[in-house]
């Protein structure tokens, strides 16, 4: 598993950090970190999980499912942000 | 008529393991809200809930000098616990003088801090989410989180502040990267020693900001102590904070 790491600080919001492995195409591997807020905490690997499998187009969609279904509140990074970052992954 | 808070001050600095677990078990028996301010020892490192430990602190120097690392129940960046005073809040979300609303409860527990440091002589500022300035340098920070409907807020209050000390414990492995972060940290960072040039003894300290709380939330404080089901929640909570499970968890 080769895993890589992106960072970006989100002007105006916290540090964002993954670490992503990408085989044929979809996530096999991903981790979330930062200095964020999220909201219920344990819901973090919740949407790391959801993204497990999901090619580079299936990611944003499969980001704001998860954030509604667990009533997500996120405060530093948007789910524009976090999708952005893994797309990184694919390249 | 007012409401009655309790009010809990550490007379003794403690660890950090038992400063989180003491926080957390308040937050579990909270049905009346409680203000505590505390100091740590021995000097401590918190890492946010979602921050990578390896990637925050300098493991080896935390060891090699007799500082902890716990990772705290809320989010946030890493926080060098040392010459500060440290408060935290646990109050019900429906209570009649708080917003459930995320931003404005940060925003109204930091407007209590605010008072408490114009009583001590400085004209503080909320930078949303979670930051206090003073002279456009950060003073004070803090972190929330939420457990059956009771709030726990925690926020640090920069005392004195040793920079070169802070970023030692921090991973930063390009020295050029290292330098520009130092001479910017150098000039974010503040303490109410370096704002006022006065030393304050902590019990004054803790006298403002306890004030300040009483300003903003127009609450009376009735000095307390952990009931006997908050010690035992307590000892409980800490094994959990002293485990590599929890602290190594991302």
């Avoid at chain 2, 001479?183 to 704002?195: F, M």
């Avoid at chain 2, 006022?196 to 307390?224: H, W």
Wanted: with cysteine; hydrophobic share 35%.
């Amino acid at each position: 598993m080769q895993i890589k790491d992106f960072t970006v600080k989100i002007i105006n919001g916290k540090l964002l950090k993954i670490k992503i492995s990408v085989k044929n195409e979809k996530i096999e591997y991903l981790q979330i970190f930062g200095d964020f807020f999220l909201y219920p905490e344990d819901s973090l690997p919740k949407l790391e999980k959801a993204l497990i499998g999901k090619s580079k187009d299936e990611c944003f969609i499969a980001i704001q499912k998860i954030i509604k279904d667990e009533n997500i509140n996120i405060i530093g990074f948007s789910p524009e942000d976090i999708n952005k970052l893994i797309h990184g992954g694919f390249k | 008529m007012k409401q009655e808070w309790r009010l809990i001050i550490e007379n003794e600095p403690i660890s950090a393991y038992e400063n989180m677990a003491i926080d957390t078990a308040l937050q579990s028996h909270c049905d009346q809200p409680v203000l505590r301010f505390y100091t740590w020892k021995p000097a401590s490192v918190s890492i946010g809930r979602f921050q990578n430990l390896y990637d925050e602190v300098n493991i080896n120097y935390c060891k090699e000098n007799n500082i902890d690392i716990v990772r705290r129940i809320t989010g946030g960046g890493a926080v060098f616990h040392d010459q500060e005073l440290t408060y935290s809040l646990c109050i019900n979300e429906d209570n009649i003088y708080f917003s459930k609303d995320l931003h404005e409860s940060y925003k109204s527990i930091c407007e209590a801090i605010i008072k408490g440091l114009s009583l001590l002589g400085m004209d503080a500022k909320y930078v949303p989410i979670n930051d206090l300035i003073v002279n456009g340098k950060k003073i004070s920070g803090c972190a929330q989180t939420r457990k059956n409907n009771v709030i726990l807020q925690h926020g640090t209050l920069l005392i004195k502040v040793d920079v070169d000390k802070m970023f030692k414990i921090l991973n930063v492995s390009n020295e050029k990267i290292k330098d520009k972060l130092i001479s910017d940290v150098k000039q974010r960072v503040t303490s109410i020693e370096n704002e006022t040039g006065k030393k304050f003894q902590i019990n004054d300290i803790i006298k403002a900001m306890t004030e300040g709380f009483k300003l903003q939330f127009k609450c009376d404080f009735l000095n307390s102590k952990l009931t006997q089901d908050e010690i035992n929640t307590m000892y409980e909570n800490k094994v959990i904070f002293e485990s590599n499970k929890w602290n190594h968890e991302r």
